[in-house]
């Protein structure tokens, strides 16, 4: 049902057809309008999102006043909050959407067992899922040293 849309995501172009239709059958479809917060930094992370439609806006607070930074924006095709189900740490942005956004949604323990079974069978998606997390990570060293 919603295998063309993962094979689009980097975290899961890697995967075969067969792998693909089973991954598919743990998302959940979801919609929010313009201004709904999908991710609330600070709160622990519930799933996995991939956009499918709209744009998303990408902020945290830093300061003490409460001052919110922009980091950026999603877009369909773009994965987030991944890293708090994989440290399982509170989620270190919130994300908003800006106008109206389709996403998938994989929940924490499915994601888990997904996660587990394709790294048995597929060590590779590992390093997917590594090369993702490092390209944010270069992202955020170049907003640093702007």
Known sequence: ???DALARVDLFS???????????TYFRE???SP???????????LGLFILIKGTVRI??????????????????????GEMALLDD??????????DEVSVLVLPFWEFRIVLREILRRDPDVGLDLLAVLSRRL???EQRAYE
């Open 35 to 45: 201004g709904s917060v999908l991710i609330s930094q600070g709160e622990k992370g």
């Open 59 to 80: 902020s945290r607070k830093n300061s003490p006043d409460g001052a919110e930074e922009v980091l950026g924006t999603a877009q369909a095709g773009d994965v987030i």
């Open 14 to 24: 890697g995967l075969r057809k067969k792998e693909l239709q089973e991954v598919a």
């Open 138 to 140: 270069r992202k955020c």
């Open 1 to 3: 049902m919603y295998e």
């Open 30 to 32: 979801g919609t929010h």
């Open 89 to 98: 740490l509170p989620r270190s942005a919130t994300v908003t959407a800006v």
